[in-house]
């Protein structure tokens, strides 16, 4: 009997310790092989938290089942709850034969570049992040540029004291989740954005130190709003569904980010800042399938070619009626052109920009 | 710095909101610590409740059902330990080790099973623990920020404090668990049913898990995302040790644990650097394990020291 208790147990430590690095196979025909008989062309996704964030790791994950869709590729994809997993994850992928291993996340920037070499036949490539190396495709964003546009268009709003929940303080709030230096872009372009509308509004910055803590992220935010913030941009993966929660449940507004997430709490939400995470991974996947890919190349997505940007704002559009305020949706058009024309030059952090 | 937007009266009640799902977990593992089981599975207990908790408010719309699902689902988890533990003689770490890996896994594919997604799901169709709103405090801005609005869990939290406090030093029952957690031989020998205790502590263990967990998922928030309890079941064990086992010092474990997380927020939003700022908690437990580990030692050389001087005087 206590052979049997003693086998159970260890059962549920090997059950558990599997599913807490989880696998995840997207594709549902096991055949391995397309319409043509082909070896299908296999793609793995290490992700450096869990999907379900409705932000950037979903935005990754929708992108790939449109390659899957389009390409008939064979998907896996690995999530992890732990920093200490996303090593071993990527060398498993690696190791199992994959031809294209996607590291989603600038957080795999050191780990790609130390086994990169070590799988020369493997193609690998990085979202957000760049690294050298002969099979190494990188990807980064101009999210200082996008998150720009969100910070005047808080800086705005902040002012906007007829709406429910505005107060006439000039105060704006950003929660972020790691303090790591893409989210240092994402900062420096957003209280650019706010000083270039008012160089008085104040921003205060926090971090949760996690992606995965939506109770954190809520905690953060409520204390912002108690320190005078009406709209609290976040930039915080899975942490961030606390933060738009936050926004709901306290009666003042929240800026999403990466993905569409204007709809999560209609009226809550003022805009999305998108970083498309989805056509970086999608453009990577289809370099392979397509026979263009290229090691050492680096795909800028800014605002010029659509890879940043804010929503068009008509779901708050909806819930306000006639008190939205059309101005900050007019202002952020001409300022998004002013971009685009150079006109405005907005600063990154050391180390990112158009290199 | 602007002293005056860090520390001001709504720091109060962002002390309490931080520090009740830590009590809970605090609580659940004071009752097992007085039986002489260091119960670490707290953590799994409240995530799997925690899932629990939100998938029949989803399904079912109801909070209270909700709230009974998710302490039958703490006691289940309990009584895994309890079985391995009490009956098969497991090591309780590795047990309570196992049990938070279970919670993770189980509640992974309880996501995708049941709610049809991964990672993280929020609905509008799940109801959430009401919060008691007193109408005529809303006129002070004061007393409306520090006392109104709390939810029911905020409030029962504190109700348990006391209730446990009456059950372990004011009842036969707790009496008896107290010595069996101080020696649980001599306890055989007056003849308490050592086993049974342990059993009925671990069930309680359970239901305060479970109410923890709920309230992460209905109470504190209205969602569920993998993972979601970060560590707090573990911040209960810290707060559990601060204060020896003993529910009412527990609590002021956790109420220091919500208030230096608090406080980080606020401290942050005004420049400070988060990466200190984060480490606080950290800093603060181990402290706060330190200080009372000293404590306890220095009470256990009291007392032997005047065990000695009453044995020289006979």
Redesign the interface.
Known sequence: ??KV??LL?VM??V??????C?S?PADKDSGGKDAGGKDKLKVALIYSG?????SF??SAHEGALRAVEEFGIELKEM?S?EPAEWESNFVAMAADGYDLVIGVSTQFEEIVAKHAPEFPDTKFAIIDGVVKGENVASSTFAQNEGSFLAGAAAAMFTTKSDIEGVNPEKVI?WVGGL?IPVLADFFTGYKQGAAYIDPEVKV????A??F?????G???T???Y???ADIVMNVAS?TG??IL?AAKESGKYAIGVDLDQDG?YPGSILTSMLKRVDNATYLAIESVVKDTYEGNKTVYLDISNGGVGLTDMSVMKEALGDKFPQDILDKIKELEEKVKSGEIKVEAYEGFGRK | MNFD??F?Y?LIY?TI??AT?ILFAALAAAITEQGDITNIGTEGIMLTSAFAAVLVSYTTGSWILALIVSMIAGVLMALIMAV?HIK?K?DIT??G??I???A??IT??G?KQFLG??????DPKIVGIPKINIPFLEGNKYLNGIFNNWSLMEIFGIVMVLLLTFLLYRTVWGLRLRSVGRFPMAAETAGINVNRMKYQVMIISGVLGGLAGAH?SIG????F????T?GRGFMGVAAMFFGGANPALAWVGSLLFGFV??IG??L????WP??FV?MLPYIITISVLAFSMWRKKRREEKAKSSLTIATVKN
Do not use: C, H, W
């Open positions: 009997m206590k208790v003693t147990l549920t430590l059950i558990g310790t599997l599913a807490g989880s995840k869990f999907l379900g964030d409705k790791n979903d999530e709850k709030g303090d205060l910055q926090s971090f130190g996690t995965n803590d939506p109770l954190k809520k905690e953060l409520i204390a912002q108690s320190q005078g899975g569904t606390g929660e999560v | 937007s860090i001001d709504t962002a909101r931080a799902p391995a098969y497991a590795a047990i080790i196992a938070n890996m279970l993770l896994a992974k594919f996501i997604t991964t990672g993280s799901f929020t992460l504190y928030s209205q969602m995302i993998e993972n979601m970060n997380d608090s927020g606020r942050q939003a005004y420049g988060s990466q984060l």
